[in-house]
C-alpha cells in the first residue's frame, strides 16, 4: 500500500476509488483482494482520519465461517430473549451470534490493503464527487482524482423523507464492563431485554459475556431522536443493578452510535458512482442490521466486475423485504403497537432460525407467511395496506 503524499497527473488516476474506510468500504476492498482478481488494478482508498481505534462492533448471525472469521472476537450458540411476560434461551443452530470489534477489522483489513503495491490510501476529508461520462472525479483535501468507478459509503446530505417514508434512529450506548466477581455466562448472549423503561420508544439492552467477569452491554432505542449521554449512562446502570445484580463495575471501553431505520430509497448509483453501505441502502431498515447486507452487496458487485467488467449489480434484496420493513416502520413509527410487544411475539411463536432468514431477507414465501401470521393481524393488515 501507498501512503499518498502527492500525485503526478498520471498518478492522480486510478481504476477504482472508495471513499470512506468503514465497514462498507474496507469489506469491499477485503472482497476484491481475496478474489485474486484484482491485482493489476489501481486503487485509491480514502477516508478523513486512519482507523486504528476501536471504535464500535459489529454483531450479527452466520451460518457457515465468512470472510471475516479469523476476527470474529466472540461468538454464541445460545441466546436469550426477554420481552413483557416471555423469556427464552434459545438455541440459534445452525447459526452462530458473532461479535468483531472495530479495532480488529480495521488492522485486519488494513494489514492485507498494505501487501497490495497497487492500492493506495489517502488521509482527507472528501469533499465533492462528480460521475463523468467516461469515469468519476473526486475532490479531497485539495487534491484531484479520476477514476474508472467510485464506490462511496459517505452519506453527505441529510435524509429528507417524502410522505409514506419513515425515519427513526436505532441509538445506542455500550459499555465494556469488568467485574470482581462472576456474574455473567459466557456461552449465553442475550439478544434482546425489552424489560426495561419503555417510556422514550421502543428500548431493549443485549449482553455479549466475554468471561464471567467481562461483557459487552448496550443501551438501544428505535426512536427519532437521540438522548442525553447520561440517559444512555443511567439506562446502563439501572439494568445492570436490577437483572444483572452488578453495582460494583469498571468501565474497560465505551462506544456510541446511530444507525438510520429508514425505508427511504437511498439511490444504489450515479451514474459511475456505486453507492455501498449505509448511503447505498444496506442497512436493514426494520433491524438497523447492517455488516451481512454489506457482505452480500460487496460480493454481488465483486462477481458483476469479474464476470462483465462493471459493478452495476442488481440489488441483493427483492422488493417485498422492503415492504415488509416499511410496514414495520409504519407500526413503530405510529405507535400503533409497542415494539416490545411486536419483538416478543415474534420470538415467541418462531424458531431463530426462521427469523434470522427472514431478517437477513433470505426466506421464503411460505416461511414468510407463517412469520407473518404470528404478529398481530388487524394493525399489520391496516399498516400493509397504507404501504400500497
Known amino acids: 500500500m501507498n501512503l499518498l503524499a502527492g500525485h503526478s497527473p498520471r498518478e492522480g488516476q486510478y481504476d477504482y476509488i472508495i471513499t470512506g474506510a468503514g465497514a462498507a468500504g474496507l469489506s469491499l476492498l477485503v472482497h476484491l483482494i481475496r478474489s485474486g482478481r484484482f491485482s493489476d488494478k489501481r486503487i485509491l482508498l480514502i477516508d478523513r482520519e486512519d482507523k486504528n481505534k476501536n471504535d464500535r462492533t ?4 452466520e451460518e457457515e465461517a465468512g470472510l471475516f472469521e479469523p476476527i470474529v472476537f466472540r461468538s454464541w450458540e445460545k441466546a436469550w430473549f426477554h420481552g413483557p411476560g416471555f423469556s427464552r434461551l434459545m438455541d440459534l443452530a445452525p447459526y452462530r451470534y458473532k461479535m468483531i ?10 494489514d492485507l490493503v498494505r501487501e497490495q503495491p497497487g492500492i493506495t490510501f489517502l488521509k482527507a ?3 465533492d464527487l462528480a460521475s463523468l461520462p467516461d469515469g468519476v472525479r473526486v475532490t479531497a483535501g485539495d487534491q484531484e482524482f479520476r477514476g474508472r468507478y467510485l464506490f462511496n459509503s459517505i ?7 417524502a410522505a409514506g417514508q419513515y425515519y427513526l434512529l436505532q441509538h445506542f450506548t455500550g459499555w465494556v464492563v469488568e467485574t470482581a466477581e462472576d456474574r455473567f455466562q459466557p456461552g ?5 431485554d425489552f424489560r426495561v423503561s419503555q417510556q422514550a420508544g421502543t ?3 443485549y449482553v455479549m459475556p466475554f468471561s464471567p467477569r467481562s461483557a459487552l452491554v448496550e443501551f438501544t432505542l428505535f426512536s427519532e431522536k437521540i438522548l442525553e449521554p447520561a440517559a444512555y449512562a443511567q439506562g446502563l446502570r439501572d439494568y445492570l443493578a436490577r437483572f444483572l445484580q452488578v453495582q460494583d463495575f469498571r468501565i474497560a471501553e465505551e462506544e456510541f452510535g446511530v444507525i438510520p431505520m429508514t425505508n427511504y430509497p437511498f439511490p444504489p448509483r450515479d451514474g459511475n458512482i456505486i453507492h455501498i453501505g449505509t448511503a447505498g441502502g444496506q442497512t436493514k431498515a426494520s433491524s438497523g442490521y ?4 454489506i457482505q452480500k452487496h460487496a460480493a454481488s458487485l465483486v462477481e458483476r466486475l469479474i464476470r462483465t467488467g462493471d459493478p452495476f449489480a442488481a440489488p441483493v434484496s427483492s422488493r417485498r423485504f422492503h415492504f415488509y420493513d416499511s410496514t414495520l416502520l409504519h407500526i413503530l413509527s405510529h405507535g400503533t403497537l409497542p415494539g416490545a410487544s411486536v419483538f416478543t411475539q415474534l420470538f415467541q411463536k418462531n424458531r431463530p432460525r426462521d427469523i434470522f432468514r427472514f431478517l437477513d431477507n433470505e426466506s421464503s414465501w411460505r416461511e414468510e407467511l407463517r412469520i407473518i401470521s404470528s404478529l398481530p393481524t388487524r394493525p399489520f393488515l391496516a399498516a400493509a395496506l397504507k404501504q400500497l
Open 125 to 127: 476529508p472528501v469533499k
Open 101 to 110: 470489534r472495530g479495532v480488529d477489522f480495521y488492522r485486519y483489513c488494513m
Open 188 to 192: 449465553e448472549a442475550v439478544l434482546m
Open 58 to 61: 459489529w454483531c450479527f448471525w
Open 203 to 205: 428500548t431493549f439492552v
Open 155 to 161: 452519506l453527505f446530505d441529510p435524509v429528507r423523507p
Open 290 to 293: 447492517t455488516f451481512r447486507f
